[in-house]
């Protein structure tokens, strides 16, 4: 099956400062990229969606200027956490999907604890 | 609105012995239906999918049904294994567009 990789796979920060996650797609291209949070013993939320040379689009709640996506080409996405507090803290994963392709392919996951 | 409703949040089964989760859907423009299987801190791993215009797809151990008019779909694993023991969360999309997913369902499956 299709590989996503996610960098890093985990991170400890201080309130305040910005986090970058990456998201790539390892053999194959990714068109569109996802990115989700999950908090312990709950569900995946969706934030936003990124289509490869576009804007991302973001699910309703989420602050567009709080998490920055960057979807530059057809590998690679990134989440920006910026001025990341405690609450912020989470698990977060990308998925990856190309064109013609229902099924999206997940990351392993990024672990974010903001102290 | 959830359109992708996990009733049940967890269930048990004995090793061997049939595990049936199930997934129920509001949207009827729902096309393809996808299982995922996902483990403590890791990303969800893609299982076995249907398209609408089948009733039943099968993957070795995994066997995933359709029932359009009830709006229903059930994952069979037989026989479970211990390590079948994951959150498995169920998924619809429509056309490719985005992914709709279930609250999950945590398997346990015991020796």
């Known amino acids: ?115 | 609105d959830q359109q992708v409703k996990q009733n049940s949040p967890s269930l048990s089964v004995q090793e061997g012995r049939i595990s049936i989760l199930n997934c129920d859907y509001t949207n009827s423009m729902f096309d393809y239906f996808l299982w995922y299987k996902k483990y403590p801190a890791e990303g969800p791993t893609f299982l076995i999918s249907i398209s609408s215009i089948k009733d039943k797809n099968e993957d070795g151990r995994f066997t995933v049904f359709l029932n359009k008019s009830a709006k229903h779909l059930s994952l069979h694993i037989v026989p479970s294994q211990p390590g079948d023991s994951a959150v498995y969360f169920c998924a619809a999309t429509t056309g490719g567009f985005k992914t709709i997913f279930g609250a999950g369902t945590r398997l346990f499956v015991k020796a």
């Not at chain 1, 990229?33 to 934030?47: E, G, H, T």
Request: with cysteine.
């Open chain 1, 1 to 115: 099956g299709a590989v996503v990789s996610q960098h890093p796979s985990w991170v400890i920060c201080k309130s305040g400062t910005s986090v970058k996650i990456e998201c790539r797609s390892l053999d194959f291209q990714a068109t569109t990229m996802f990115w989700y949070r999950q908090f312990p013993k709950q569900s995946l939320m969706l934030m936003a969606t990124s289509n490869e040379g576009s804007k991302a689009t973001y699910e309703q709640g989420v602050e567009k200027d709080k998490f920055l996506i960057n979807h530059a080409s057809l590998t690679l996405s990134t989440l920006t956490v910026t001025s990341a507090h405690p609450e912020d803290s989470s698990f977060y994963i990308c998925s990856a999907r190309n064109t013609g392709m229902e099924t999206q392919y997940f990351g392993p996951g990024t672990r974010l604890l903001v102290l």
